[in-house]
C-alpha cells in the first residue's frame, strides 16, 4: 500500500450558508457546528470542484473536533467483497495451526482477513461516524466559541506549533486517513501527525509486507538465491512503514495538543 502523492490538499469554501447541528459523542450536547468543508476531491486522477461533502466539526462546549464523510457508496463493491476475503482469510489462519505448511497458510490467512476487514472498514466506518455525530433538529445554532479544527501542539522549545498543512491520502482510490504538518513559529521546528486511519493503513502494510517477505524466505531456504533478495527488499520496505507509523505516533505523544 502506497499513498498517492498527487493527491491536492484540500480547498476551504465558504462556511454553509444553513450549518446543522449535531449531537457530540463525548459531552453529549448538540453542540458540534461544521466549521469547514473541503472543496476538492481527488477521484480516479481527477480534481472534482464543488462541495465534496467532507466537512470538519467542532464541539462548542467542549471543543472536540471530528471531521465526517458521506456515505462511501462507491466502495460498497469493496466492502462486498472484503467480507468473503476476511472469512476465507480467517478460516485459512486457522487451519495453517493443523498442518505442515503452517506458516503459509498463517500468512496468507492473516493477509486476506487484513485487507478484506480494511476493505469493509472503508464503507463502514464513515457510517458509524454518521450514526455516532447525529443531527439533532429544532436547536439553535450555538456561539461559536472553538472555531480550530487543528489545535495548536506544544513544541520542544515550549512554544505553540501550529498546523500548516493537511494531506489526505489515499491508498488505491480509497480514502486511508489524513496527516497533519504542523510549524513552530518560535524555533521553526517542523513535524507531521498522522490520524489513526492514517497509522492503521501503515500498520496493515507493514504486515503484508513482512507476511510476503517470510514466504519469500522460505522459498530461499530451499536454495533460491532471488527469493532472498526478494524478501530482503519486503523486509526493507515493511520495516520502512513500520518505522513511519511509530514516528508518527511518537510525534502526537511528544507534542500533545494544547487547548
Not at 473541503?38 to 480534481?47: C, I, L, N, P
Not at 470538519?56 to 462546549?61: A, I, M, S, T
Not at 497458510?105 to 455516532?132: E, K, N
Request: aromatic share 12%; glycine share 10%.
Amino acid at each position: 500500500m502506497f499513498d498517492d502523492p498527487f493527491a491536492p490538499p484540500f480547498e476551504e469554501p465558504p462556511a454553509p450558508a444553513h450549518p446543522e447541528v449535531r449531537r457530540c459523542a463525548r459531552c453529549g450536547r448538540p453542540a458540534m457546528v461544521c466549521v469547514r468543508e473541503f472543496g476538492a476531491m481527488y477521484f480516479f486522477g481527477v480534481v472534482r470542484r464543488g462541495p465534496s461533502g467532507i466537512r470538519d466539526f467542532v464541539c462548542q462546549q467542549c471543543g472536540r473536533a471530528v471531521t465526517l464523510h458521506p456515505i462511501p457508496w462507491l466502495t460498497l463493491p469493496l466492502a462486498v467483497m472484503g467480507v468473503p476475503l476476511a472469512l476465507i482469510g480467517f478460516a485459512l489462519a486457522c487451519s495453517g495451526v493443523f498442518t505442515e505448511e503452517a506458516l503459509v497458510a498463517l500468512v496468507f490467512g492473516g493477509i486476506l482477513a487484513a485487507f478484506g476487514s480494511v476493505l469493509v472498514g472503508a464503507f463502514t466506518w464513515p457510517i458509524g461516524m454518521l450514526f455516532r455525530y447525529p443531527v439533532v433538529d429544532g436547536v439553535p445554532v450555538p456561539v461559536i466559541r472553538y472555531d480550530e479544527v487543528n489545535p495548536p501542539r506544544r513544541c520542544r522549545c515550549g512554544g505553540e506549533a501550529r498546523c500548516v498543512t493537511v494531506t489526505a491520502h489515499r491508498t488505491n482510490f480509497v480514502y486511508s486517513g489524513t496527516g497533519y504538518g504542523y510549524a513552530c513559529p518560535t524555533c521553526g521546528h517542523e513535524f507531521q501527525v498522522d490520524s489513526p486511519l492514517l497509522v492503521l493503513f501503515h500498520t496493515v502494510a507493514f504486515a503484508i509486507l513482512v507476511g510476503f517477505g517470510a514466504l519469500c524466505a522460505t522459498k530461499g531456504a530451499q536454495g533460491d538465491k532471488a527469493a532472498w533478495a526478494f524478501a530482503a527488499l519486503l523486509f526493507l520496505f515493511g520495516v520502512f512503514a513500520a518505522v513511519l507509523a511509530i514516528a508518527r505516533v511518537s510525534n502526537g505523544r511528544r507534542h500533545p495538543l494544547v487547548r
